[in-house]
């Protein structure tokens, strides 16, 4: 069936300036990390894509190796974008990366010019857009001078490839280094996207009064810890074997264990006073940060992001729950 999206799509949104830019981010973005790959359900994807852009979710985020395999996730959302949602491009914020393997060779990872004018030109063919509104250094390079990093960045937007540059996983002291550069060629870095949970918190080290001072926007990945911080493992003993086989589905080194498990049913009892899901809990605990523009979530079914933006009507945490909160992740 045609797609027409909701009349009221933007009447309960909520959106956040990005730092000192114009552009607004809705206060939950959709990542398409997992479940829009070559291996997944097209009309799930759609359903997912159409479900999000009729909740005000504006923000579609992707990177050129999102699969599997690489590649897949943005091939799959151009040919969605091009039978739903090219009317609506302009009120669509659409963001790719690069950093990530791709291709064999010395030119297919990592941050030189080389690799990264390459890599937005693939994202863009298989996409079929002209533009994105942000294109991200996924990674930093350790090998390559950050001058020319950022210069790709620069050139990227300058050529028209991109309207926004952005960071992803860089340190404090290499985003301010990082935001310098970008200042001085005149285009300046909108966002950082780091990965940020209640079970891992680093960017509380500096990174965020860092991005304050920078006027830099800050969109969390993984505010859910990949489905930890929700109820989806309350309901058995992961302990043992169970968990231990579970440890090859996670990045990050997120794991399934007792002691975070027990946590997370504290929290639960703590979500449920507030008559909230616990992913809604934790999605309000990383809005909480005024830094914060967006939090990032990755789903698997409308229903997902459909509790997702529940959140959005009861994001204020008082002192007390704060407190308890830190109590009970120790």
């Known amino acids: 069936m045609p797609y027409d999206a909701t009349d009221n799509r933007y009447e309960s949104a909520h959106y956040r300036r990005c730092g000192k830019s114009g552009l607004h981010l809705p206060e939950v973005s959709l990542g398409l990390w997992y479940n829009f790959g070559g291996v997944d359900p097209l009309e799930n994807m759609r359903e997912m894509l159409r479900r999000s852009f009729d909740l005000g979710i504006t923000h579609f985020d992707l990177a050129n190796n999102y699969g599997p395999p690489p590649g897949s996730a943005e091939t799959n959302f151009g040919r969605i974008f091009a039978e739903d949602f090219k009317p609506y491009r302009d009120e669509l914020v659409i963001s790719s990366k690069a950093g990530y393997y791709m291709w064999p060779g010395p030119y297919g990872e990592w941050g030189s010019r080389k690799y990264l004018v390459a890599s937005c ?15 991200y250094s996924h990674r930093p390079d350790p090998n390559t001078p950050l001058e020319e990093t950022m210069g790709a960045l620069d050139y990227i937007v300058r050529s028209g490839r991109a309207l926004y ?6 340190s404090p002291e290499q985003t301010r280094e990082a935001s310098r550069l970008l200042r001085e060629l005149g285009t300046p870095c909108l966002i950082h996207q780091p990965r940020y949970n209640m079970f891992d918190r680093w960017i509380e080290d500096g990174l965020l009064d860092m991005l304050k001072d920078e006027g830099i926007g800050c969109i969390a990945f993984s505010p859910l810890c990949q489905g930890i911080l929700t109820n989806k493992y309350l309901s058995e003993d992961w302990s043992g074997t169970r968990a231990d086989k579970l440890k090859s589905a996670f990045h990050w080194g997120d794991e399934v264990t007792q002691k975070r498990i027990a946590r997370v049913r504290e929290l639960q009892k703590m979500a449920d006073q507030r008559g909230q899901t616990m ?29 997702a933006v529940g959140a959005l009507s009861n994001t204020q945490l008082s002192e007390e729950e704060l407190s308890r909160i830190e109590t009970i992740l120790g």
């Open 121 to 135: 030109d693939q994202s863009l063919k298989r996409m079929g857009l002209d533009y994105v509104d942000i294109f």
């Open 165 to 170: 540059a952005g960071i992803s996983t860089y």
């Open 279 to 307: 992913a809604q809990l934790a999605i309000a605990w990383v809005l909480r940060q005024p830094q914060m523009t967006s939090a990032l979530i990755g789903a698997s079914k409308v229903s997902q992001i459909e509790d």
